[in-house]
C-alpha cells in the first residue's frame, strides 16, 4: 500500500531592487527576509529571526541511484545566509541569490496550494515591510517566476514521500512521462527562447518557463544539466523507510488550479505506482527533446515517439495517465493522498483541463497560467500591431508574477481561486495540522525562547540543561494535531514538553 | 471512489509520420469574450510598466537552485 504522500513546494522568488540598479540581489533577499521576522516581532509575534536552521542531516549530495555518478557537481549547502523557521512550519531563507520559501509538509495537495498561497502572502507582507525601510524611491519587487529572460533560471520544486521499497527504477521509468507530459497544465508561458542558439523569433510563446533548462533525463544537478528526474536522496526522515521524489521541472504557478493539478496529480500517480497499479510504463523514446517539444507546441498535436514504435501527443499521454490513476482511485485507499474529497476535486479539474485542451485551450483562461498569458498577449499584441519579440510583451511576461496586487497581471485575468483568504491568512501563521509541521510550528510558537534550532526532521531546545535537546522527527505523518496538539498546548514550558513526550 | 463516472477518453495512438497542424489550437471565440478581453486591455494599459524595454534589461537574476 502506499505511504502518505507527504508533500510540498518549495519556491525561489525572483527579486528586483527598483531604482537602484547595483543593488545586490543576495543583501537584498536578506533585507526582505528580515524586514519581515522584524515586523512580526514588532507586532508582538515570537522572535522567530533567533531561529537557525539544523544542518545536521542535510545531505543534498548523495544520489538515489545505487552507483552515483562521479561528474555530478554537489550542490552546496550554504550556512551564513538569513535562515528562519516559521510558526506555519515553514522555512523562509536565501537560497544563492534569491528569498525561498519551503512550504511545511502537507497531507494532500489542496493544503500544501493553501500553504504555497501563504507563502505568496508572506513575500508581500515581505515587500511591505521592506518598503517601510527603504529610502524614499527604491522598492523591493518580486516575482513568482523562474527566468529573467535572459538563460538564468531559478526553480519551484516540489518534494514528495516515497516508500524507500519502490525501486528507484521504476520512479524514473513511469514518472518522466507524466513530468514531460503534464507541462501542458503546469506551465506558466513565455514569451520566446532561452534554449542555447535560440533566437526567440523562432519561438514566439511557450507553455513553460522551465523547459529551456532540462538537458539531462536523470541527474542529481539543479543549477545545471537538469536533470527531468531529479536523484538527491535526502528524505528528511527514516531513510529506511522513505525516499522523497525532488521533481524540479515544473513552473512556479499563480493560477490555482494549475498548482492544485501539479501536485495532486503527481502525487496521485506516485500513489497508484506504490500500489503496483500503474501498468506498463509509457516510455518516451527521447524524453528530454519531447520536453522542449511540448513546451513549444502550440498546437498541442505534435506526435512524440514512444519507445515502443508508436507515437502519441502529450495530450493523449495525459489522457492515458488521467485514466489510470482515476481507475486506480475507484478502489484504492485514498487517504494516502489526503482522502476522498481533494481526490474527487483533482480528479474532476484534471478531466475538465484535458477536455477544454482538447475542446479550445482558450476556455482555461480562468484555470492554466500558460493560456491565460497567451489570450492576453495576443490580444494586446494584435490591438498595437507588435511583433512577438516586442519588450512590451517581454515585460508583460514579467509583470505577469509580479506579486503586488496591483502592478501584477496575474491579478487581473480572472484565474479562478480555490482556497479563500481566511484559510491563506491562517496558514501565514498556523502550520498544518496533520503532518510534523504541527509540532515545529507549534513549539515554535509556544516555546519561542526555549527553540533554538530546527529542520525538517527535528526541533532543538535549549532547556538550561548541560546540552542542547533534539527532539528528531524522522516520521513526517508524526507530531500532527492530534498526536501532540494537547502536549504542547498544555505544557507550562518546553522542559516539561520534552519530560512529557519522554514519559 | 466507485460512483464515480469512468469517462476515458479513447486515446488513440498515433503512428509516425502522421502530419501535424501548424494552426495554434488556441482560438478566441464569441464577442462577449472579445469585449472582456478590451476591457481588460484598457485596465492594464494603466499598469503596464512605463518604459518596458529598460525594465526587461534591468530584470537580471542571478540562477538558483
Known amino acids: 500500500m502506499a505511504v502518505a504522500k507527504i508533500l510540498g513546494i518549495e519556491t525561489e522568488y525572483g527579486i528586483v531592487v527598483r531604482n537602484a540598479p547595483d543593488a545586490n540581489p543576495i543583501s537584498a533577499s536578506s533585507m526582505l527576509i528580515n524586514a519581515y521576522l522584524g515586523s512580526l516581532g514588532a507586532a508582538g509575534g515570537p522572535p522567530v529571526a533567533r531561529i537557525d536552521w539544523d544542518f545536521e542531516d542535510e545531505t543534498p549530495a548523495k544520489d538515489a541511484r545505487a552507483e552515483a555518478v562521479r561528474l555530478s557537481v554537489a550542490p552546496e549547502v550554504e550556512t551564513h545566509l538569513v535562515n528562519a523557521v516559521l510558526t506555519n512550519g515553514a522555512r523562509y531563507y536565501v537560497d544563492h541569490a534569491h528569498p525561498e520559501y519551503s512550504a511545511p509538509e502537507c497531507a494532500s495537495a489542496l493544503e500544501a496550494l493553501r500553504y504555497d498561497l501563504a507563502g505568496e502572502e508572506i513575500l508581500r507582507r515581505s515587500m511591505a515591510a521592506a518598503h517601510r525601510l527603504l529610502p524614499e524611491g527604491q522598492e523591493l519587487v518580486v516575482y513568482k517566476n523562474n527566468s529573467d529572460g535572459k538563460g538564468n533560471s531559478y526553480g519551484c520544486h516540489e518534494n514528495y514521500l516515497l516508500a524507500r521499497s519502490l525501486p528507484f527504477g521504476d520512479v524514473v521509468a513511469h514518472a518522466t512521462a507524466h513530468i514531460v507530459t503534464r507541462q501542458l497544465f503546469t506551465g506558466s508561458g513565455k514569451v520566446g527562447s532561452e534554449a542555447p542558439g535560440e533566437r526567440t523569433g523562432e519561438v514566439p510563446f511557450q507553455l513553460t518557463q522551465r523547459a529551456d533548462f532540462f538537458e539531462e533525463e536523470v541527474g542529481l544537478e539543479t543549477t545545471l544539466k537538469r536533470p527531468i528526474i531529479n536523484t538527491r536522496d535526502e528524505p528528511h526522515a527514516d531513510s529506511s523507510k522513505y525516499r522523497r521524489l525532488h521533481v524540479i521541472a515544473g513552473d512556479a504557478n499563480l493560477s490555482q488550479v494549475a498548482t492544485l493539478l501539479k501536485l495532486g496529480s503527481t502525487a496521485m500517480f506516485l500513489a497508484m505506482l506504490e500500489d503496483g497499479a500503474a501498468g506498463d510504463p509509457v516510455l518516451l523514446s527521447a524524453p528530454v527533446p519531447a520536453m522542449h517539444e511540448v513546451s513549444r507546441d502550440l498546437s498541442l498535436a505534435s506526435p512524440l515517439k514512444l519507445r515502443d514504435g508508436s507515437s502519441a501527443t502529450a495530450l493523449e499521454i495525459q489522457w492515458d495517465l488521467f485514466a489510470r490513476v482515476s481507475r486506480w482511485a475507484e478502489s484504492a485507499d485514498l487517504e494516502a493522498v489526503g482522502g476522498e474529497e481533494v481526490s474527487e476535486l483533482v480528479l474532476g479539474h484534471w478531466e475538465g483541463v484535458l477536455e477544454g485542451l482538447e475542446r479550445d485551450p482558450t476556455e482555461l483562461a480562468d484555470r492554466l497560467d500558460w493560456v491565460a498569458k497567451y489570450r492576453l498577449f495576443r490580444a494586446y499584441r494584435e490591438r498595437h500591431g507588435l511583433e512577438w519579440n516586442d519588450p512590451r510583451l517581454a515585460a508583460m511576461d514579467l509583470q505577469y508574477h509580479d506579486l503586488r496586487h496591483g502592478p501584477g497581471l496575474s491579478h487581473r485575468v480572472g484565474l479562478l481561486g480555490l482556497v479563500g483568504p481566511d484559510e491563506v491568512e491562517s496558514a501565514v501563521g498556523d502550520p498544518p495540522e496533520d503532518t510534523r509541521a504541527y509540532f515545529r510550528g507549534r513549539c515554535l510558537a509556544r516555546f519561542p525562547e526555549e527553540v533554538v534550532a530546527a529542520n525538517w526532521d527535528s526541533v532543538v531546545f535549549d532547556v538550561g540543561g548541560p546540552s542542547l535537546q533534539r527532539v528528531p522527527m524522522m516520521e513526517p505523518g508524526r507530531g500532527t494535531r492530534a498526536h501532540v496538539g494537547e502536549l504542547v498546548d498544555e505544557a507550562p514550558n518546553a522542559a516539561e514538553l520534552l519530560a512529557r513526550l519522554r514519559s | ?65
Open chain 2, 1 to 65: 471512489m466507485a460512483e464515480r463516472e469512468q469517462k476515458r477518453k479513447v486515446a488513440p495512438q498515433r503512428e509516425g509520420g502522421e502530419s501535424v497542424e501548424e494552426e495554434p489550437a488556441v482560438t478566441e471565440t464569441g464577442d462577449k469574450l472579445k469585449a472582456e478581453m478590451d476591457d481588460l486591455l484598457d485596465e492594464i494599459d494603466d499598469v503596464l510598466e512605463t518604459n518596458a524595454e529598460d525594465f526587461v534589461k534591468s530584470y537580471i537574476q542571478k540562477g538558483g537552485e
